[in-house]
């Protein structure tokens, strides 16, 4: 299970770096992740966390962070990130969503955090840390709480491979994250895919670009782990700052890269790359979101020696198609690369509205069977069984990914668009419902119908259109400031464009498609 | 010349909130919490204080902890080049 997969490089590579805080070059041996963790298994345990019990995380990027991971799962419990630049609410709705039993949290975030969760019902253990960096709070805080009263020594708990290891919320349609459910399992079909066809090596340095609420960061931390790797953790600030990460690419010798290709596409326009070294680069994975054309030539131009992978896949399959670039990217490709063929471990199938498998070549809904597909939906049973086929096709569970392809020859699946109102920015999964539900929470709005479009770049931009009640419609910097106290700063529309009513279809529903064409 | 200040919310009002009553921008007005402006934007933003100001940013600065407001921008400027008011 995902806990164990630290024993071996912890006991052959115990002084080698397993965590680099790219901001510091602070290093955390595998000897003392392995320390750590145990010593926040033991106070976890020491506090009742249970098996199959659910851990809060409210850190920023660090060292202290993976530790906690790994001290959760130890105790045998299913780690719950949350985005700690995301809005104090809505963080606390998701621990109180899921019950969490303890949670993690940096003192910065705990006043916010405690009257927010304190509102909803009781408040989780809390264990505090000062602040994050190179594992230093976290041994500190649980240096404190030794000294009020020893946890004992205990063994790391063996989970079954269907107890949940991380819940991973995503933005949710109905106007509330949910709770994406992945067991052990689950993980250890992904980590071990990723194993077989990446062949780390122990002298790899990944990095760790995506935060950790967010699915990428499974293949960052456990790939790299597992393999007595090094991981290079770089923060949520740095992490939208090219010319940083550039630097940042350079001087930690990162030779495995993954992130969203937007962060891509602003690396190659303004990294200023050739300035840096980026020779001990030799993968390129992207993620999350389609990669623009032109800024993948460009990027590659740039860096050509390395092998650049496409892969796809929602947070509740996590990465289930994936596509080599190859070599040379034609100058008169304008269309985006496929998402490529189904993991080997996988099986997929295209179905049409009615769920019933469509001609080869032809349009419809991918859907993924197997080992890496989620269990469900926090606590969302209806939801969990729409987001499957109904029946056991064949006597499988297929899990409808929402996202419509065709298939082109060899098993390759292009990507078409989506079947619902999800959009992704930046990687970020937004349903733009949960962007309306918010503006509907606003006095002044009367309606409110969320559009995504696409900008000059090809780039996703989220416009709202709203109309007023009243006659002075509130500022542009109101609303903006609004949407950010309930959602996360990537789902904050883009452009509000306001109207005396919103354009009806004949059977008087709010006319998106005339919203999306003309604006 | 016009106060730092000045240009930069001239900046920030013609790119990113056209239409906006200019009162309303403040000096405290939080700009990349609130998504006023995002990444890209916070990047055009510092190649124009680059500019105007003959001033080098260095990339851990573009953040919300030194550009969250026309307040901190300004100080960071001043930072840079003491020489302008």
């Known amino acids: ?519 | 010349m016009e106060s730092i200040e000045l240009a930069i919310k001239k900046h920030v009002l013609q790119n990113y909130l056209q239409g906006q009553d200019p009162n309303e921008l403040t000096e405290v007005t939080p700009l990349i919490t609130t998504g006023i402006l995002d990444s890209m934007a916070t990047l055009k933003l510092t190649l124009f204080l680059e500019e105007q100001f003959s001033i080098s940013v260095e990339p851990q600065e573009v953040s919300e902890k030194y550009m969250n407001t026309i307040e901190k921008i300004a100080e960071l400027v001043r930072s840079k080049n003491p020489s302008i008011s």
């Open chain 1, 1 to 519: 299970m995902l806990q164990h997969l630290l024993d071996e490089p912890v006991q052959h590579r115990g002084e080698h770096a397993a965590v680099i805080e790219g901001a510091t070059s602070s290093n955390l041996t595998y000897d003392k992740l392995g320390q750590l963790s145990d010593r926040l298994r033991d106070r976890l345990l020491a506090i009742g966390v249970k098996r199959g019990d659910r851990v809060g995380l409210y850190l920023r990027k660090s060292a202290d962070a993976v530790i906690s991971i790994f001290g959760a799962l130890k105790a045998g419990g299913a780690y719950v990130p949350v985005d700690p630049t995301g809005p104090a609410p809505r963080n606390a709705y998701i621990h109180n969503n899921c019950g969490v039993k303890a949670v993690i949290i940096e003192q910065k975030f705990l006043a916010a955090y405690q009257e927010e969760i304190g509102k909803l019902g009781p408040v989780p253990y809390l264990i505090v840390l000062d602040d994050v960096g190179g594992g230093v709070p976290l041994e500190e805080a649980l240096d404190a709480l030794d000294t009020q009263s020893q946890a004992a020594v205990q063994q790391t708990v063996i989970s079954d491979p269907d107890d949940l290891a991380y819940i991973l919320y995503t933005s949710g349609s109905t106007g509330t994250p949910k709770g994406v459910m992945l067991s052990h399992h689950n993980a250890m079909g992904f980590v071990d895919w990723c194993s077989q066809v990446f062949e780390p090596l122990t002298s790899d340095i990944f990095s760790s670009h995506a935060p950790f609420h967010f699915d990428l960061s499974i293949l960052d931390i456990f790939v790299s782990l597992r393999h007595g790797a090094s991981v290079v953790i770089i923060g949520e600030e740095v992490g939208k700052e090219p010319e940083g990460l550039a630097r940042l690419i350079s001087e930690q010798q990162i030779s495995v890269w993954y992130s969203a290709p937007s962060t891509l596409s602003l690396l190659a326009q303004f990294g200023k790359i050739p300035e840096h070294d980026f020779s001990k680069l030799r993968m390129v994975l992207f993620a999350g979101e389609v990669m623009p054309i032109v800024h993948l030539r460009s990027f590659k131009s740039q860096v050509p020696a390395p092998r650049y992978f496409n892969l796809y896949g929602p947070t509740e399959t996590n990465v289930c198609t994936w596509y080599e670039i190859p070599s040379t990217i034609p100058e008169d490709r304008v269309e985006p690369y496929p998402i490529g063929r189904t993991c080997s471990h996988l099986e997929s199938l295209v179905v049409d509205p009615d769920g019933q498998p469509v001609n080869k070549g032809a349009e419809g809904e991918l859907c993924i069977s197997g080992s890496n597909v989620m269990q469900g939906y926090w606590g969302l049973p209806e939801q969990t069984a729409r987001s499957f086929l109904p029946g056991e096709a064949s006597g499988r569970r297929w899990y409808r990914t929402g996202d419509i392809v065709t298939e082109l020859d060899d098993g390759i699946y292009r990507y078409i668009g989506r079947r619902d109102r999800m959009v992704k920015k930046r990687g970020y999964r937004v349903e733009l419902g949960e962007i309306e539900v918010c503006l509907y929470r606003h006095p002044a709005i009367h309606e409110a119908a969320v559009v995504a479009v696409l900008n000059e770049n090809s780039e996703v931009r989220i416009n709202a259109h709203l109309s007023i009640r009243g006659s002075e419609h509130p500022s542009l910097i109101k609303l903006k400031t609004f949407c950010s106290q309930h959602l996360p700063v990537y789902m904050v529309p883009d452009r509000f464009i306001f109207h005396d009513a919103l354009p009806k279809t004949s059977t008087d529903k709010i006319d998106y498609q005339t919203l999306t064409r003309k604006y």
